[in-house]
Nanobody
């Protein structure tokens, strides 16, 4: 069993930066694929970014490429999402997820076994 806790969300103006963190307990994340998803009001939860445990390859949805960076610290059992040049449309609850299924693609919810409770990010004009 894995417990994931996100932190770092908040309210900020467009163009600003924010760093989200996801801390895990109960099981090491060193062999898990990790992902960040987000859900805006009235919308489906969507993929944002992911990082493979093997090789550390990273993946991003098109709308955040060049602005967001996912990273992991296996020694600290954490995963982070650095978000720069934030836009109003980035407003959402952000969730981290851990997957031990070894799926080839990480942009779907089915690739993950455990989810955090989410942290709110609100970007204003």
């Amino acid at each position: 069993q894995v417990q994931l806790v996100e932190s770092g969300g908040g309210l900020l103006q467009a163009g600003g930066s924010l760093r989200l963190s996801c801390a895990a307990s109960g099981r090491t994340l060193s062999r898990s694929d990790m992902g960040w998803f987000r859900q805006a009001p009235g919308k489906e939860r969507e993929f944002v970014a992911a990082i493979k445990w093997a090789g550390g390859n990273t993946y991003y949805t098109d709308s955040v490429k060049g602005r967001f960076t996912i990273s992991r610290d296996n020694a600290k059992n954490t995963v982070s999402l650095q978000m720069n040049t934030l836009k109003i449309e980035d407003t959402a609850v952000y969730y981290c997820a851990a997957g031990y299924r070894g799926q080839r693609t990480l942009d779907t919810r089915s690739a993950y076994d455990y989810w955090g409770q989410g942290t709110q990010v609100t970007v204003s004009s």
